[in-house]
């Protein structure tokens, strides 16, 4: 079954509305998640770590007041793009490492479509 | 700057012939990498992964070879079936595989029955 639960699959919203994608580690705790993003016929690129009980570390280039990371819990992080427009359409994943074997889990990922 | 780069953006291999992707890095800090399976609409797949310590790893139909010298990788299927059709991206990090990682821009592969 599924390790990394990640809803919504697909959201279609108005441009100048927010969106918020969870990401949920379903068999593990993890104290980092990462978020990646991904244009289309581009690689995955990476947006930010989320980091349990602190504040997210952005990547170069990746507006944090855009792209706001939550990760209120050891299984749960949250990002939400804020004044979503046209050019953050995306396809949107997170993963989340599990420590001990050092492995990698990557959720289905969403599709975001601005309007 | 792309860090990793996958030359070939696709593919087309008979049913039971070897698929070889391949992949090429630049930054010599990385120390692991990995390959991933990734289907449209969907998140990517862990496949088979290498460290730097080794030039070969080798799970059932799929090898990865490493060489340092050249910054090159590949990834080997054989013998390939059509529902390895796929992107496959190759990855690589430094400092432990649950680092961020730095992906290539993928190669779609099309297997023909």
């Known amino acids: 079954g599924a390790v990394v639960s990640q809803h919504p699959s697909w959201v279609i919203c108005k441009s100048g509305t927010s969106v918020k994608i969870e990401c949920r580690s379903l068999?593990?705790?993890?104290?980092?998640m990462f978020w990646y993003r991904q244009f289309p016929k581009q690689s995955l690129m990476l947006m930010a770590t989320?980091?349990?009980?602190?504040?997210?570390?952005?990547e170069q280039g990746v507006e944090k007041d855009k792209f706001l990371i939550n990760h209120a819990s050891l299984t749960l992080s949250t990002l939400t793009v804020t004044s979503a427009h046209p050019e953050d359409s995306s396809f949107y994943i997170c993963?989340?490492?599990?420590?001990?074997?050092?492995?990698?889990?990557f959720g289905s990922g969403t599709q975001l479509s601005v309007l | 700057d792309q860090q990793v780069k996958q030359n070939s953006p696709s593919l087309s291999v008979q049913e039971g012939r070897i698929s070889i992707l391949n992949c090429d890095y630049t930054?010599?800090?990385?120390?692991?990498f990995l390959w991933y399976k990734k289907y449209p609409a969907e998140g990517p797949t862990f496949l088979i992964s290498?460290?730097?310590?080794?030039d070969k790893n080798e799970d059932g139909r799929f090898t990865v070879f490493l060489n340092k010298s050249a910054k090159h990788l590949s990834l080997h299927i054989v013998p390939s079936q059509p529902g390895d059709s796929a992107v496959y991206f190759c990855?690589?990090?430094?400092?432990?595989?649950?680092?961020?990682?730095?992906f290539g821009t993928g190669t779609l592969l099309a297997v023909q029955p």
């Open positions: 930054n010599s800090m990385f120390d692991y």
């Open positions: 068999d593990f705790q993890a104290t980092t």
């Open positions: 989320s980091n349990e009980g602190s504040k997210a570390t952005y």
């Open positions: 993963s989340v490492p599990r420590e001990w074997d050092e492995k990698l889990f």
């Open positions: 990855a690589a990090t430094s400092g432990g595989a649950t680092n961020k990682l730095i």
């Open positions: 290498i460290s730097s310590i080794k």
